[in-house]
């Protein structure tokens, strides 16, 4: 929504050339650069060089491409900033407070207030930019609140006479956890219990009220768009949904092959346990658990609080597009993987530092090699890939080339063809899309208008409407179609 006012500007500022528009892009995404290496320098690193390199390593990643090119990318990119500005908004509202016998109390109401009013515009740009909310709730009490909670849980358990095994202190200590002892945590944890309530209670507000400007329903998408949500088998929407969490992992670690649609074929259906890319799906389940547990048990130093903000950056972005609350409208978006990034490149940072601190001298000048290398590489992708986006007919032909048993860029290529007037080419494109999802209506539709013979034409236009009865240009051309053989028929 606030998109939509960021048009209009852009248009006055620099009337419909779309350079202008290219131009903000790049400028809104050197500041999501600046804000990331800010973030990193005060709360995550505590270290310049290591959130330079954090900053400079996103910036130049070519999962960006589609986002900052792309003139429709602006909502992530915008999303993005306000994410991060809401973010930092919400620390500097809690006191820093580094002693260990009382939580942080909120010092700025309106430091908080502000830090909601940019979730709110964050996600008004993207839904995606909700779940900033999540990570400055989990930030707050992992890490903010983390040395009084674990201070009295040990007092507790000192108190209690408990080993030293922490699996058994802890054990212990909610064993004995009186009801008095759990006021007093409950009285002294008071502030970040309201900071906690009020935001919880702000969230479903402004759920509810989004939910209610869209008239109560989500939005509705067809089979072409997300094929696996539309599978009748649980089985095959659960090991689609798996296997694409570690492609767009693999996106993010190796982005060798990028495509500006990957709709309609590009990326089969896994209905078999036995299918080898359930392997990809389930290492990427177990990195993920032994990272999140290597988190938990290293919080209470520097270590944890960069995996922390790492993986909150990475994983709560990307849930609402996982298909796991609601259906949406793709099946892999790299414009989506704008704002997870971010804790990729956290991530790496962080892991390549620690190798540097575990390895030898030699080591350590092998890994800053490695490191230049990959960012020399992700630059030439980068520009390689922004090449693709200085033209329509470059794009949709770098669509055929990457992907050529996708539909969706044959049908693409082909409303090109059509558009220049090159229609045997176009006709061609048209039937490889429907050869290749055979249940493509609009391509049905097109080839019919390209086709000389009425009968045909007609045959085209009622298979489209077979199946998708509401297609409106169908109904239109067959319509007119028939009209015309009328007319034809009273002469």
Same mark, same amino acid.
């Given at each position: 929504?606030?998109? =939509?006012?960021?048009?209009?500007?852009?248009?006055?500022?620099?009337?419909?050339?779309?350079?202008?528009?290219?131009?903000?892009?790049?400028?809104?995404?050197? *500041? +999501?650069?600046?804000?990331?290496?800010?973030?990193?320098?005060?709360?995550?690193?505590?270290?310049?060089?290591?959130?330079?390199?954090?900053?400079?390593?996103?910036?130049?990643?070519?999962?960006?491409?589609?986002?900052?090119?792309?003139?429709?990318?602006?909502?992530?990119?915008?999303?993005?900033?306000?994410?991060?500005?809401?973010?930092?908004?919400?620390?500097? $509202? *809690?006191?820093?407070?580094?002693?260990?016998?009382?939580?942080?109390?909120?010092?700025?109401?309106? $430091?908080?207030?502000?830090?909601?009013?940019?979730?709110?515009?964050?996600?008004?740009? %993207?839904?995606?930019?909700?779940? +900033?909310?999540?990570?400055?709730?989990?930030?707050?009490?992992?890490?903010?609140?983390?040395?009084?909670?674990?201070?009295?849980? !040990?007092?507790?358990?000192?108190?209690?006479?408990?080993?030293?095994?922490?699996?058994?202190?802890?054990?212990?200590?909610?064993?004995?956890?009186? =009801? $008095?002892?759990?006021?007093?945590?409950?009285?002294?944890?008071?502030?970040?219990?309201?900071?906690?309530?009020?935001?919880?209670?702000?969230?479903?507000?402004?759920?509810?009220? =989004?939910?209610?400007?869209?008239?109560?329903?989500?939005?509705?998408?067809?089979?072409?768009?997300?094929?696996?949500?539309?599978?009748?088998?649980?089985?095959?929407?659960?090991?689609?949904?798996? !296997?694409?969490?570690?492609?767009?992992?693999?996106?993010?670690?190796?982005?060798?092959?990028?495509?500006?649609?990957?709709?309609?074929?590009?990326?089969?259906?896994?209905?078999?346990?036995?299918?080898?890319?359930?392997?990809?799906?389930? +290492?990427?389940?177990?990195?993920?658990?032994?990272?999140?547990?290597?988190?938990?048990?290293?919080?209470?130093?520097?270590?944890?609080?960069?995996?922390?903000?790492?993986?909150?950056?990475? +994983?709560?972005?990307?849930?609402?597009?996982?298909?796991?609350?609601?259906?949406?409208?793709?099946?892999?978006?790299?414009?989506?993987?704008?704002?997870?990034?971010?804790?990729?490149?956290?991530?790496?940072?962080?892991?390549?530092?620690?190798?540097?601190?575990?390895?030898?001298?030699?080591?350590?000048?092998?890994?800053?090699?490695?490191?230049?290398?990959?960012?020399?590489?992700?630059?030439?992708?980068?520009?390689?890939?922004?090449?693709?986006?200085?033209? =329509?007919?470059?794009?949709?032909?770098?669509?055929?080339?990457?992907?050529?048993?996708?539909? %969706?860029?044959?049908?693409?290529?082909?409303?090109?063809?059509?558009?220049?007037?090159?229609?045997?080419?176009?006709?061609?494109? !048209?039937?490889?899309?429907?050869?290749?999802?055979?249940?493509?209506?609009?391509?049905?539709?097109?080839?019919?208008?390209?086709?000389?013979?009425?009968?045909?034409?007609?045959?085209? !236009?009622?298979?489209?409407?077979?199946?998708?009865?509401?297609?409106?240009?169908?109904?239109?051309?067959?319509?007119?179609?028939?009209?015309?053989?009328?007319?034809?028929? $009273?002469?």
């Amino acid at each position: 929504m606030c998109v =939509r006012y960021c048009r209009p500007l852009n248009i006055v500022l620099g009337g419909m050339t779309p350079f202008y528009f290219h131009v903000v892009n790049v400028c809104l995404h050197c *500041v +999501v650069t600046v804000l990331l290496m800010h973030t990193c320098e005060r709360y995550v690193f505590k270290n310049s060089r290591l959130a330079f390199l954090t900053a400079l390593l996103f910036a130049v990643h070519p999962i960006h491409t589609e986002a900052v090119s792309g003139i429709v990318g602006r909502a992530d990119v915008l999303a993005s900033m306000l994410f991060l500005l809401a973010f930092l908004s919400y620390i500097r $509202s *809690v006191s820093g407070c580094d002693t260990a016998d009382s939580f942080p109390s909120t010092v700025s109401p309106c $430091s908080l207030g502000l830090s909601l009013f940019l979730g709110t515009c964050a996600m008004l740009v %993207k839904e995606t930019g909700v779940t +900033v909310f999540g990570v400055c709730i989990l930030y707050d009490s992992l890490v903010l609140c983390c040395k009084p909670f674990l201070s009295y849980v !040990y007092a507790v358990c000192v108190f209690c006479k408990s080993p030293n095994c922490l699996i058994s202190l802890f054990q212990r200590c909610f064993r004995h956890l009186s =009801r $008095s002892k759990l006021k007093e945590l409950i009285r002294i944890a008071r502030p970040f219990i309201k900071r906690a309530c009020v935001v919880s209670v702000y969230v479903l507000l402004i759920l509810s009220a =989004r939910l209610w400007l869209m008239g109560g329903s989500m939005p509705l998408f067809s089979e072409q768009d997300n094929p696996a949500s539309f599978s009748p088998f649980l089985l095959t929407r659960f090991l689609t949904y798996c !296997y694409l969490l570690a492609f767009n992992a693999w996106l993010l670690l190796a982005p060798i092959v990028l495509c500006y649609d990957w709709q309609v074929g590009s990326i089969p259906l896994v209905e078999s346990l036995w299918d080898a890319r359930n392997i990809a799906a389930l +290492v990427l389940a177990l990195g993920m658990l032994a990272l999140c547990l290597h988190c938990v048990t290293s919080l209470h130093r520097m270590e944890g609080r960069e995996l922390l903000v790492g993986i909150l950056f990475l +994983v709560f972005p990307f849930i609402p597009a996982t298909n796991l609350f609601f259906r949406v409208g793709f099946v892999v978006a790299e414009r989506v993987l704008y704002m997870p990034s971010m804790g990729y490149c956290i991530l790496v940072v962080h892991g390549v530092n620690r190798l540097c601190a575990l390895v030898g001298r030699w080591g350590a000048a092998a890994l800053t090699v490695s490191m230049l290398l990959l960012l020399l590489l992700f630059s030439w992708k980068t520009v390689q890939q922004n090449e693709i986006w200085l033209s =329509r007919e470059a794009l949709f032909r770098s669509g055929i080339q990457t992907l050529p048993h996708n539909a %969706k860029v044959h049908y693409n290529y082909a409303n090109f063809l059509k558009d220049r007037g090159q229609n045997e080419q176009a006709i061609h494109h !048209y039937k490889t899309a429907l050869r290749l999802y055979p249940r493509h209506a609009s391509a049905m539709n097109n080839l019919g208008t390209l086709t000389h013979s009425t009968e045909e034409a007609e045959l085209y !236009y009622r298979k489209a409407l077979d199946i998708n009865p509401q297609h409106n240009r169908a109904l239109f051309n067959l319509g007119n179609l028939l009209k015309y053989t009328c007319f034809c028929a $009273s002469l």
